[in-house]
């Protein structure tokens, strides 16, 4: 099981990423995540838990609570990845669709139980997204976020060493 720490805000103050454990570590913290797709919310969450591993963007995920179920739609895409097996949704609000914006693991990697069942979003898909009224942007890895506090070179998870 990874180690578990406890923090407030993401954004309380910078981070670098090459100083992040060299082994994954998993993070609670409390902050207010605001998921918009068209012109409506279609997650908010008070918490959540962000995977940090050294020269890696943080991995952010959120419980399945926070996403409003009548603004999601089955996908047919499923990826496996370092984590397991992540099943794919849409987000939609009126016409307007963010398709693959968000995914779960149903049976992540006994290491990283934490996050079973928990929402991981890609910025990139969806209308808006922020963190404490900051805008976020997505990361090269799917599920990552870049925030205005994050400092320093991060490498490429097919590049780290």
């Given at each position: 099981?990874?180690?578990?720490?406890?923090?407030?805000?993401?954004?309380?103050?910078?981070?670098?990423?090459?100083?992040?454990?060299?082994?994954?570590?998993?993070?609670?913290?409390?902050?207010?995540v605001?998921?918009?797709?068209?012109?409506?919310t279609?997650?908010?969450?008070?918490?959540?838990?962000?995977i940090?591993?050294?020269?890696?963007?943080?991995?952010?995920?959120?419980?399945?609570?926070?996403?409003?179920?009548?603004?999601?739609?089955?996908?047919d895409?499923?990826?496996?990845d370092?984590l397991?097996?992540?099943?794919?949704?849409?987000?939609?609000?009126?016409?307007?669709?963010?398709?693959?914006?968000?995914?779960?693991?149903?049976?992540?990697d006994?290491?990283?139980?934490?996050?079973?069942?928990?929402?991981?979003?890609?910025?990139?898909?969806?209308?808006?997204?922020?963190?404490?009224?900051?805008?976020v942007?997505?990361?090269?890895?799917?599920?990552?976020?870049?925030?205005?506090?994050?400092?320093?070179?991060?490498?490429?998870?097919?590049?780290?060493?």
């Amino acid at each position: 099981m990874v180690p578990l720490i406890q923090s407030g805000s993401p954004l309380a103050q910078a981070e670098t990423p090459v100083a992040y454990p060299r082994s994954p570590v998993a993070e609670l913290f409390h902050a207010q995540v605001q998921a918009v797709v068209g012109d409506r919310t279609v997650l908010q969450a008070g918490r959540g838990v962000r995977i940090l591993q050294q020269g890696l963007l943080p991995l952010y995920f959120l419980p399945a609570s926070s996403l409003q179920l009548r603004h999601v739609r089955a996908s047919d895409t499923l990826r496996i990845d370092d984590l397991g097996l992540a099943v794919h949704l849409h987000l939609f609000s009126g016409g307007h669709v963010a398709r693959d914006a968000a995914w779960y693991y149903p049976g992540p990697d006994p290491d990283m139980a934490i996050i079973a069942g928990m929402i991981c979003l890609n910025p990139a898909r969806l209308d808006a997204l922020f963190l404490d009224g900051q805008r976020v942007s997505a990361g090269e890895q799917p599920g990552s976020w870049i925030t205005a506090n994050l400092r320093g070179y991060v490498l490429h998870r097919h590049g780290a060493a």
